[in-house]
């Protein structure tokens, strides 16, 4: 039977490592790596109680992307985990990687993404984050590799952005993982029908000090700006498997701010090119700038592996791979 601890290895040591990569780039790359969170109750009573720790091939899940970073060209690694789990001692890691137990009053997904900017503001110092983009991604992508990591850093590097997401083929996923179905949408710029994908990147050039210098913010955004961008990026990152979701996210976030006559047509110029499939990622970032003046930009990422995160038993299986201590 195969399991992923082979494939994925053999997978490694194929895949081409872009060597001095870290030296070419413009902006040096802090990686931060969301750990938190228990399994779903699909897994059984067996397994772990804690996400990140969830057997596979034999070995905890974070464990893998975490190779992949230490690997690759990014120069620190934040760990977020849940403060009841001492993750430092029960995974393997390299000098890049930190960990950081997470208060257990930032439980949710949003709360999380708070924590680990204000704490890597805390750790690097707002100067060094300026200087440098920031890679958030969950720990459940045990196909990631360095080498995959190292071109969406080389491609991202040379584009200006403030928030950065990331893509995939639809037809890219369905020759890398036969069978498995995954959510897409149609991209006319891109030429098809793609898949949002979790991991994101940040330019810490956006980001400042507000409330004499406690509180990180967005540029010259108000607190309640900064905050309802962050309760829209955890919707959008929930309706990445419900269609209607992001609509209601676009318009929390963009259309709210644009005045009565331009929300009503920006949002019936998105609604019909949705249904139409002439929606355009460079439609959604002209309505960013517009209402936000935040530059937002799609990245394809050409990357499937990308996507192949693990929620439940029926992904390892449909991934083609076997663990029975998850059963």
Known sequence: MNTISTDVGARQARAPHVGGLATRLRKPVIALLMAGGGPRPEF????????????????????WILDALEASAVERVFVFHDAACDMRALVAA????????????????????RHALESTVGACGLAAVRRS????????????????????????????????????????????????PFRAYPAADLGGFY??????????????????????????????????????????????????????????????????????RAAAALLLRTLTGRLRTTDLDRLAW??????????????????????RPADLASYGVVDGRTS
Do not use: H
């Open 133 to 180: 983009r920031l890679l958030a991604l969950p720990c459940d992508l045990p196909f990631v590799t360095a080498g995959l990591l190292d071109r969406l850093l080389e491609r991202s590097d040379a584009l200006d952005f403030d928030f950065a997401y990331t893509a995939v083929s639809r037809d890219l996923l369905a020759r890398r993982f036969p069978g498995r």
């Open 195 to 264: 898949a949002l994908q979790t991991p994101s990147l940040i330019d810490g050039a956006c980001f400042g000090l507000a409330d004499a210098g406690s509180r990180l913010t967005f540029g010259d955004w108000s607190r309640e700006e900064a905050e309802r961008l962050l309760d829209s990026i955890g919707a959008l990152r929930r309706g990445r498997g419900a269609f209607l979701q992001v609509p209601r996210a676009l318009n929390e976030l963009v259309l709210r701010r644009l005045a009565g006559s331009g929300r009503r």
């Open 94 to 113: 390299g000098a890049k990687t930190v960990f950081v137990p997470r208060p257990a009053d930032r439980g949710g997904f949003v709360d999380g993404v």
């Open 44 to 63: 059984g009573s067996r397994a772990p109680g804690f996400r990140a720790l969830l057997p596979v091939g034999g070995r905890p899940i974070v464990s």
């Open 290 to 311: 517009a209402a936000l003046r935040v530059r937002t930009l799609c990245i394809d990422s050409e990357a499937p592996e990308l996507s192949a995160d693990v929620d």
